[in-house]
């Protein structure tokens, strides 16, 4: 399962602005160096795509909710080696020793049997008693902190990446950040060879490929930044 806000600016340089650049550049060979200059001048500088920005924005809580879960799962291990579990063993009579985890367990195998109500009683109080010492140690080492953390973590990132998602893109870079989103969010988490994730990935690095001969300069999210 698993800090530092960052977020960063870009500017990323389209097809389309490119193509203008040559256009002026074109005008100033026929009118003179000077024209192509004034009208470079006043050339705005493209916005910045804002899927990149929002793709920028999920990257970096997607990092730190990972980073969160590793740290939880160290936790947990930690908290493995001081507590013997949530758990009793009940034995019914004429059958055999049953692993209890929960009263509601109690419940489906003791049920209304007044024969074992000593039996249930000794159980609860074993269950109480593990679960308080559970929860003494989980304190002490930070255990729920960090699953706050955590579960937090991830609802920033899946609020993100519906954000992403209703978010037109206005180049290929934002259409690329939309892929990674999806791509990482669920192939950490499942089979990352079974379908549908070789196929985004080679759609990803499709458009990666093809933006970067359109604008060699312009920024594509790949995951690594």
Known sequence: MADSDHSMSFGCVTRRLALGGLFVAGVG??????????ASDVMPDPAPDPAVVLWRD??????QA??????????????????????TVVSVPGGEETIVCSKAALDRIIGERTDMAEIRDRAEAELDARQAHFEVVATEIGYFEGLRAEQAGFAECAALLEALSGTPAVSLSGVVGKLDAVLRNG?????????PWPQIRSAREDL????RQLTPHAFFPDGKR
Do not use: H, K, P
């Open 29 to 38: 060979r026929a009118f003179g160096a000077s024209r192509a200059t004034a």
């Open 58 to 63: 999920w990257n970096a809580a997607y990092e």
């Open 66 to 87: 990972m980073w969160r879960c590793d740290r939880l799962q160290e936790l947990e291990a930690a908290l493995a080696e001081r507590v013997d579990g949530l758990w």
């Open 187 to 195: 192939a950490d988490w499942e089979d990352r060879s079974a379908f």
């Open 208 to 211: 990666m490929r093809i933006g």
